[in-house]
């Protein structure tokens, strides 16, 4: 990097506020979920035309940086020089977007002009990032992808970073930055003169109790049984029952049973929560993320995409939950898109100019209608649709999708009156229970498999060779094959299933018990087949 020169390197033209050598400045954009560094050099030219240029590759937000720069650097009580202004967004090959890179070109036309100087600058920029939007009056606005760069720039060996007011807790989180948040451009021009200090940043860590609880669902106790099983081992689950009978209430509480996400875990859904969604600034949360988009939601929408693709509803819920109600009236071409991120736990999004992945770990809940109508095996309630609607609304949700979901459960209509009878009634379970149990099988897990390894992502050789299954549960789970058709993708399943209902009641050995107990739910799913 060119170290700028001041007033204190004796160069040329101190009085005309023209400086010898280019400035070059620390900043970057990014792709997918990785930030990629961006050198911003500025040259004036004694001789010019007073145009005002930038270079190397720059997108249309960043080509009209220059009005906006311009504006802010005037009415924040600075002179625009009227010499001729080159600037270049090195490497030159790759195209940038956005507006990030506002601070750091006015920044740079500051210094290079003599209006802002320090001793020391020079070797001080060499370890500085920049990023942040200016508006007209100079105001440093926030944008997306602040934790991305200033975790890229630090890679690199930055040390400081000023970025917008808004983004400066998520810019804290990449590694030893001293983060200085700046509101106006005069506030950024104060930290290199050393006149402002970096921001206090101060981490809060929610409580569970901002998750509904599932003592609020009346009955179900053994559909809760089964959302057990799914937090503890991180099994995908599906409900299937009636309208009003409380689906979408049991599947809104799993956060509340699920463990807490790790600091690296939780920065990695801020990392994806920063490139899509972070125009005021994310926050460090170890609540597990819950997604629940509508049935409409496009294919992109679901898995990303986009000429510059941003992270869809698979990665956002990645590390927590995705919430699908209605399964059968997603498209069917977005709910085939599923396939790969459930089983490869990442997804790749491809275009003409490239590839990006995205992870895309998490636990789906979907929720449906037996039929059309909803009142398919209604105890009180008729079915009011033909043998052909039934049939064709079954077949909405293919084979190798159930295939992939290892709890189908069937969801039973409760009679109302019993919610609002007088004198005591149990509780049944509650979350803090629920979550004691999750958290116990979970250390069983991963004393068994290592460090933050669940039952669902262990594989099929390693299951059977150190999973302790009895010669019972094995003969037992052969016999179901054969009479369920379990593809081999299903028998896994089946075995992990298993595997976390023993961990769930402290069991080295998986038994006939536990192995039956899995096949429960994959019979559930044979008969939700069946019109």
């Known amino acids: 990097m060119e170290r700028c020169v001041s007033a204190e390197d004796g160069a040329d033209g101190v009085g005309t506020g023209v400086s010898r050598r280019l400035v070059c400045l620390g900043s970057g954009d990014y792709l997918g979920v990785e930030g990629r560094p961006v050198e911003v050099q500025v040259d004036l030219f004694r001789r ?19 009005d906006r720069i311009r504006a802010a650097i005037r009415n924040s009580g ?18 940038k977007e956005g507006a990030g890179f506002d601070l750091a070109i006015a920044l740079g036309i500051l210094i290079a002009s003599g209006s802002v100087r320090a001793p020391g600058l020079g070797e001080r920029l060499e370890r500085m990032g920049f990023q942040g939007e200016l508006g007209l009056q100079g105001e440093v606005r926030p944008v997306r992808g602040s934790l991305l760069v200033a975790d890229c720039l630090a890679g690199r060996g930055a040390r400081e970073c000023v970025v917008a007011a808004a983004n400066a807790r998520e810019a804290g989180l990449a590694g030893e930055l001293e983060v200085y948040g700046v509101e106006h451009l005069r506030q950024a021009v104060e930290v290199l003169r050393g006149e402002r200090g970096p921001s206090a940043i101060v981490e809060s860590e929610p409580e569970y109790e901002e998750c509904p609880d599932y003592s609020e669902v009346v009955g179900q106790e053994a559909t809760k049984r089964a959302f057990l099983v799914a937090a503890a081992g991180r099994h995908n689950i599906l409900l299937s029952g009636p309208p009003g009978i409380g689906k979408t209430m049991l599947a809104r509480r799993l956060g509340g049973i699920l463990p807490r996400l790790s600091r690296r875990e939780a920065i990695e859904t801020i990392r994806i929560r920063s490139a899509a969604e972070g125009e005021t600034g994310c926050e460090l949360s170890l609540l597990p993320p819950f997604r629940s988009p509508h049935h409409t939601v496009s294919h992109s ?37 599923l396939r790969e991120p459930i089983e490869e736990r990442r997804i790749t999004i491809c ?39 039934v049939e064709s609304y079954s077949r909405k949700i293919s084979g190798p999708l ?45 004393r068994r498999w290592g460090k933050d390894l669940v039952n669902s992502d262990i594989s099929a050789s390693r299951l059977i060779e150190d999973g302790r299954f009895s010669k019972a ?20 399943r089946a075995l992990r299933v298993a595997r976390t209902v023993a961990d769930l009641a402290g069991k080295v050995e998986v038994g006939e018990a536990e192995v039956l107990e899995a096949l429960s739910y994959r019979d559930a799913a044979d008969g939700a087949r069946e019109p």
């Open 351 to 389: 275009r003409a100019s490239g590839s990006v992945t995205f992870p895309s770990d998490f636990l789906l809940v979907a929720a449906m209608n037996p039929c059309p109508c909803g009142y398919l095996g209604h105890p009180r309630r008729p079915c009011t649709c033909g043998q052909r609607q």
């Open 301 to 337: 929408g679901m898995v990303g995409g986009g000429s510059r693709p941003v992270p869809g509803e698979v990665s956002r819920a990645h590390r927590g939950v995705l919430f699908l109600d209605e399964l059968p009236e997603f498209s069917r071409r977005t709910l085939e898109a």
């Open 473 to 492: 549960g094995l003969d037992a789970l052969r016999r179901a094959s054969r009479r369920l058709t379990l593809s081999g993708r299903g028998f896994v």
């Open 402 to 446: 159930a295939d992939r979901l290892d709890l189908h459960c069937r969801v039973a209509a409760l009679e109302p009156g019993s919610w609002i009878e007088p004198g005591p009634r149990s509780a049944g379970l509650d979350s803090r229970t629920l979550r004691v149990q999750v958290a116990a099988a979970r250390e069983l897990q991963s």
């Open 48 to 66: 010019g035309d007073g145009s005002f240029n930038i270079v190397g590759l720059p997108g249309k937000s960043t080509c009209e940086s220059r």
């Open 78 to 95: 600075f002179r625009f020089p009227t010499l001729k202004i080159l600037v270049n967004l090195a490497p030159a090959a790759r195209q």
